[in-house]
C-alpha cells in the first residue's frame, strides 16, 4: 500500500481576512483526497497561538466574529475532520515565544491564509527556513502580490494597462488631510475607490463619490495598512481568470462578477448572497483569450507558483481591459470563483487540490 501523503492545512491567521480563511479552510478539508492523504488541521488564532489537531477548526469557528462568517461557517465546525484524519497530535504553540514548531512529520503545507501574514510572504518565510514544501506563491510573488501599491508599480514596468492611481501614506494623511485630498483630486475623479494597500476581500474598501467619502474612505482604509491606494473609478466589468502551474502555468475560462450592490464589497462577496457569477464570462472569444494570455503574463511577471487569481476591470464605455491585480492565495470558499473557473474548465475541487498539492512538492525539488 502506499504511504498517504501528510498535508498540514493552515488557516485563520492575524488578519482582517481571519473568517473567510476559515471557511477556505473547512472547504479545502472536506476536498482533499482522505484516501491518498493524512491531513492535519493547524488554525492560527487572532492573538497568535497556532493549535494543531482535529480540534483546531471548531477551536477558530466558536472564536470567529459571526458577523464576518460567511453562510454556513458556524455549522459543524468539526464536520471535515476526525480524530483518525489528524496526525500531529492536539499541540498548541506560539510563533512568538521563539518556541514553535510545524507538527512532526508534515509532508507539504497549504497555507489556506488571506490578508497581511498569511499572503505577503511572512508564512512562506517560515516555511521555507523550515525546509517544508507549502501551496502558492514563494515570498516575493507574495508580498508584491500582497501590496497593491508595489503590484502596481511592477504591472507598470512591465507595460500591463492599469488605471491611474495615487498613493497616501497614513502620516501624510494625519498631517495634512485637506492638503492630500486636494492632491488626489487633481489627478484623479469621482468616483473613486480607496483600499489599505495590504489587504484582501474587500476588506477596508470605499467607493468615494464626493469629498466628504473621500475623506472618511482614506480613514477607513488607513484602520488597516499605513499605505493606502486610491484608484480612479470606472463603469467597469469585474472579469477574472484562475491561472495554475510552476514554470509553464496556465489560465482557465475567465469568469465575471456581477455584485449585488454598486461595487463587489465584503457583504456583497460574502454576506449577502445576491450577487452574480458568471462562468464563462460573457465576452468574446478574443477578448477571452486576451484575458488569459495577460492573466499568465502578470502572473509570470511576479515569478507566481502554484496558483493565483488575475482580476481585470472592463470599462463598459471603451472596451479598453485593465489589469487590477493578482490575488496570490484567493478565495477557497464554496462559492469562490478561483475553483469555480477551473471546475467550468474541467477540473474539479479535489482534483484541483491534488495538482496544487503537485505544484508544491515540484516547486519545493526544483528550488531544493
Known sequence: MTKKLRVGVVFGGQSGEHEVSIVSARAVLANLNRERYEVTPIGITKDGRWISGEHAPAMLTAQADPRLLPGGAASSPQSAVTSQQSTAGDDDWRLATGDWHLPTGIDVIIPVLHGPKGEDGTIQGV?????????????LASAVGMDKAMMKYAFSAAGFPVLPWVLVR???LERSGEQIIAQ??????????????NMGSSVGITRATERATLLAGLHEAARYDRRIVVEQGINA??????????????ASVPGEIVPSKDWYDYEAKYLGGESEIVIPAPVSPELAEQVRELGVAAFKALDGAGLARVDFLLDRDTEQLYLNEVNTMPGFTPISMYAKMWEASGTSYPELLDKLIELALERHHRDA
Open 127 to 139: 516555511f521555507e527556513l523550515a525546509g517544508v514544501p507549502y501551496v502558492g506563491c514563494g515570498v
Open 170 to 172: 497614513r502620516v501624510d
Open 184 to 197: 488626489i483630486e487633481q489627478q484623479l475623479h469621482y468616483p473613486m475607490f480607496v483600499k489599505p494597500a
Open 237 to 250: 466589468r469585474e472579469i477574472e481568470v484562475s491561472v495554475l502551474g510552476n514554470d509553464d502555468p496556465q
